[in-house]
């Protein structure tokens, strides 16, 4: 078995969150990772409940209190995963380590995609994507509260700027690493 046959290989039993700043394309890199990896895809986005949906769309940030449920719901698709011994990829802002702490209270070997870029990348990327509750005037507010991965969380930083073609090997390639 070739080196990155065998990344891929463990990056298949793995669960992964694609994390970031709306518009960084989590749902997108998120998307190609579960695909290239032969696991499923979770959209975060589908479950937050309608308050929540109600509030962005408004154009009002969510806080703490909003998030909770959404996570408990997410950490119970990680925890089913974990539970079964399948991969998964997930999408979730996940921006906070406390945020991050509470999906990995269901597996303790959670892995993150952090999708970082600049402001302007990110806000051209809203201002371009049509059909979405999340306004582009909540960016700054995200950018405000993200706090990147620490020494000690699993995961990789990604530039954004990159085909999510490229940033898909990058993922794979560092999921034999420690």
């Known amino acids: 078995m070739t080196a990155a046959g065998s990344s891929e290989g463990a990056a298949s039993r793995q ?4 994390m970031g700043v709306c518009g960084c394309g989590k749902s997108t890199v998120g998307g190609a990772l579960a695909g290239a990896l032969g696991v499923p895809f979770v959209e975060g986005d589908a479950f937050h409940p309608a308050a929540n949906v109600a509030k962005m769309s408004a154009g009002r940030a969510l806080d703490d209190a909003d998030r909770a449920g959404w996570l ?7 925890g ?14 996940a921006l ?3 945020y991050r702490d509470l999906l990995r209270q269901a597996d303790p070997g959670l892995r993150f995609v952090h999708l970082h870029g600049p402001r302007e ?3 051209a990327r809203l201002a371009g994507r049509a059909g979405h ?3 582009p005037a909540l960016l700054d507010s995200q950018l405000r509260d993200l706090e990147a991965l620490e ?5 990789i930083v990604v530039d954004i700027a990159l085909p999510a073609g490229t940033l898909v090997e990058r993922i794979i390639a560092a999921a034999g690493r420690p």
């Open 15 to 18: 669960r992964w969150v694609a």
């Open 96 to 98: 906070k380590r406390r």
């Open 72 to 78: 408990d719901a997410l950490a119970g698709q990680i």
């Open 121 to 123: 990348l990110i806000a």
């Open 80 to 93: 089913a995963a974990r539970a079964q011994g399948t991969g998964l990829v997930l999408s979730c802002s």
């Open 133 to 135: 509750y999340m306004p």
């Open 151 to 155: 020494p000690g969380e699993a995961g």
